[in-house]
T-cell receptor, first 116, second 112 residues
Framework: GAVVSQHPSWVICKSGTSVKIECRSL??????MFWYRQFPKQSLMLMAT?????????EQGVEKDKFLINHASLTLSTLTVTSAHPEDSSFYIC????????????FGPGTRLLVL | AQSVTQLDSHVSVSEGTPVLLRCNYS??????LFWYVQHPNKGLQLLLK??????LVKGINGFEAEFKKSETSFHLTKPSAHMSDAAEYFC??????????FGPGTRLSVLP
């Protein structure tokens, strides 16, 4: 149980385009989802926290107009990187937490984004 | 404030020998502590967690960790390393109602 999927697993796009990444909880209802960014050989950096049906809470320094997060249902959250630039290239990982999982977060497999 | 220190950025062991990955934390309250493993280009998998029950926690794949409040430590151990254990390991602390705080990670290499 407690499986989280992400789609796509990797994406290459041109500078200036927008990219949408999906995060789904497959076998539980995720009341809260988290989006992280990970640079090579570094730890995870929390970007934002989203609760179903509410606006996301962004961490300091994360541009909410650039990284649009939608948590429309208890099993789906999306991260849209708008007008992507090469510096947005990174590994994006989502995690989900449900009522039954307590405080444990279950992580997706990540999405590798490369902006040319 | 809460923080996590992983004293070793890289640990290398031979297959079949014990593994010790160190984690120290600072927290104003009684925290919850987690160990996650990340294989290359993959997401994070929960190994084990401590949430104020037994101080010795057993996880998956033969890993265990002991919560020592007096030492503010939560070291991860395994009696015998396997090649498949080679990965990045993250220690995580969380106070009630707060977000996860990740350590910088320890890369474990297992030599044949």
């Amino acid at each position: 149980g407690a499986v989280v999927s992400q789609h796509p697993s990797w994406v290459i796009c041109k500078s200036g385009t927008s990219v949408k990444i999906e995060c789904r909880s497959l076998d539980f209802q995720a009341t809260t989802m988290f989006w992280y960014r990970q640079f090579p050989k570094q730890s995870l950096m929390l970007m934002a926290t989203s609760n179903e049906g509410s606006k996301a809470t962004y961490e300091q320094g994360v541009e909410k107009d650039k990284f649009l997060i939608n948590h429309a249902s208890l099993t789906l959250s999306t991260l849209t990187v708008t007008s992507a630039h090469p510096e947005d290239s990174s590994f994006y990982i989502c995690s989900a937490r449900g009522q039954l999982s307590g405080e444990t977060q279950y992580f997706g497999p990540g999405t590798r984004l490369l902006v040319l | 404030a809460q923080s996590v220190t992983q004293l070793d950025s890289h640990v290398s062991v031979s297959e079949g020998t014990p593994v010790l990955l160190r984690c120290n934390y600072s927290s104003s309250y009684s925290p919850s502590l987690f160990w996650y493993v990340q294989h290359p280009n993959k997401g994070l998998q929960l190994l084990l967690k401590y949430t104020s029950a037994a101080t010795l926690v057993k996880g998956i794949n033969g890993f265990e960790a002991e919560f020592k409040k007096s030492e503010t430590s939560f070291h991860l151990t395994k009696p015998s390393a396997h090649m498949s254990d080679a990965a990045e390991y993250f220690c995580v602390v969380r106070n009630y109602g707060q977000n996860f705080v990740f350590g910088p990670g320890t890369r474990l290499s297992v030599l044949p």
